[in-house]
């Protein structure tokens, strides 16, 4: 009981101190005042703030007071660009707000142009002369345009009095008078004959000689000029000569003349060379077809002996004979004689395709298998051709087609792709027919020793244009022969046919690299 009483009364003191608070808090009235350091008066774009604060407890508030906005005040009209007789002009008036002097806005006005102005005076632009009227204007001052325009009078000649300038014997005279307005004008009339000249007799003064002419002179008795006349030149006359140096077989001779009527004046002339009297050619030994030979002979005037040598006569061939025709795998031979000696010349014919036909035997270019020691026959003049390729490549190689290992005639095409290998050919002439065409691609080349085309055809012969598959065929194998052995019958086509150097560069160069694909 006790102990709940003592609660009781703490409860009850606490009650009464809130009780006191208030109260106390209920009798504080505020009292609010502007505070002029946190407050602000509007302007035209921006709030104005008015900040309220009790003194006694520091309680405040604030209360914003709206923009003014701007509002008009003054307004300036002004001319901004003067119009004239050839432009407008502008007029701008702007308006200021009252309360903080900023351009509320800004219109312009056109002013229209205005007259032309005249000026106070005529301006001269051309003046009178004796013969031609002048021009004065009067132009705008301010764009130059011309506004009004007159002429002015000639102003005519003021002629002096006559002039007389007296002929010569040479030149006429005449009669002029001179304008007083323009000096540069002046009139002619009345013109006066030359008089012409009033000639002396003619006096020798520089007499003639042999080489030179004279000269004799006529004088004007009116005016003293001059005129000449020439005197032919007297001319040489010459003495019959005198040999002052004699000829002989090698050198000429020299004869001196004198002249007769000055003989200061001398001249010479030559005395051609006796030249050599030669007896007869004393030949030894003889020249022949290949050797020289030697003659001489002796002048009878001065002695002089005299040899030389004597060149080969050369042979005397007669008509080329043939010894052996020309074929496809050897050059034909011709043959000659001389008909002074009985030497004998040879010389090759090519084959030129006239006796080709039936049993010829295209290939394409490679090595030919006589070359490396694989034949298809005992006679070492086996010259089909292999071509080794390398099928890892994919893409088009392209070599040449060879008939009777002497002309190209066409191409064939080893196109290698999606791991197949096909061949193509073209010929390059008409005058070929293919009596037998047969090919192969092989992984070995030592089997063709063994069989003839013919042979082979039914046993590994392939077509034309048909891929083959290099893993079912070849199983894998990569460094194929393509052998092209074909049977043909032609006709020589110089248009279609060209020679097969089988020893040039390029051809030497092609081997090379087949014969490395061959070594791998």
């Not at 205005?114 to 003046?127: G, L």
């Not at 007869?280 to 022949?288: G, N, Q």
């Not at 030979?293 to 008509?319: A, F, N």
């Not at 070849?474 to 046919?497: K, P």
């Amino acid at each position: 009981m006790k102990r709940f009483s003592g609660k009781l009364l703490l409860f009850l003191a606490a009650c009464v101190l809130i009780f006191a608070a208030a109260s106390a808090e209920a009798e504080h009235v505020h009292q609010y005042t502007i505070v002029s350091e946190k407050s602000y008066a509007p302007s035209c774009l921006v709030e104005g703030l008015t900040y309220y604060e009790c003194p006694g407890c520091g309680d405040h508030y604030t209360v914003t007071i709206p923009a003014v906005g701007h509002k008009p005040g003054d307004t300036v009209t002004e001319t901004t660009l003067s119009p004239t007789c050839i432009r407008t002009g502008t007029r701008t008036t702007t308006v200021y707000c009252k309360h903080c002097n900023t351009v509320i806005s800004v219109t312009t006005e056109a002013l229209p142009m205005t007259d032309h102005t005249w000026p106070s005076s005529w301006t001269v632009v051309r003046q009178a002369t004796c013969t031609t009227t002048g021009l004065e204007v009067k132009d705008c001052v301010v764009c130059s345009t011309r506004l009004d325009s007159r002429e002015i009078p000639a102003t005519g000649h003021a002629w002096g009095p006559w002039n007389t300038i007296a002929p010569t014997c040479t030149i006429g005279g005449y009669q002029y008078r001179i304008c007083g307005n323009d000096p540069s004008h002046t009139e002619r009339q009345a013109d006066i004959p030359a008089l012409g000249h009033d000639w002396g007799e003619y006096v020798l003064t520089t007499a003639p000689t042999c080489t030179t002419p004279g000269i004799e002179t006529s004088t004007c008795r009116r005016c003293g000029e001059t005129r000449t006349r020439s005197i032919p030149a007297t001319g040489h006359i010459w003495d019959a000569g005198e040999v002052t140096t004699s000829p002989t077989c090698t050198t000429p001779g020299i004869r001196e003349y004198t002249c007769l009527n000055d003989p200061s004046h001398k001249k010479s002339e030559t005395i051609p060379k006796l030249g050599h009297s030669w007896t007869r050619w004393d030949i030894d030994p003889k020249p022949t077809c290949t050797e020289k030979g030697r003659r001489r002979h002796v002048c009878t005037i001065c002695g002089k002996d005299y040899s030389e040598s004597m060149q080969p006569l050369g042979h005397d061939w007669g008509p080329w004979t043939l010894v052996r025709e020309a074929t496809p795998q050897k050059p034909g031979l011709e043959q000659r004689t001389c008909r002074r000696c009985g030497a004998k010349e040879q010389r090759e014919v090519p084959y030129d395709g006239s006796n080709a036909g039936i049993g010829s035997t295209m290939c394409v270019f490679g090595p030919r298998l006589k070359d490396v020691g694989t034949y298809l026959s005992p006679t070492s003049d086996a010259w089909y051709m292999f071509t080794p390729f390398d099928a890892s490549i994919e893409g088009s190689q392209t070599y040449e087609l060879v008939v009777d290992d002497s002309y190209i005639v066409g191409t064939a095409t080893i196109t290698v792709e999606n791991g197949a290998v096909s061949l193509t050919y073209d010929l390059n002439t008409t005058s070929l027919q293919v009596d037998l065409e047969f090919f192969t691609f092989l992984p070995d080349m030592h089997v063709l020793s063994q069989y003839e085309p013919e042979d082979l055809k039914p046993i590994c012969g392939m077509e034309p244009g048909v891929p083959y598959s290099l893993a079912d065929r070849f199983g894998g194998d990569t460094n194929l022969v393509l052998y092209f052995c074909s049977r043909v019958t032609y006709t020589y086509d110089a248009a279609g046919m060209s020679a097969l150097n089988y020893f040039s560069a390029y051809h030497q160069a092609l081997l090379n690299n087949m014969f490395r694909i061959m070594d791998q």
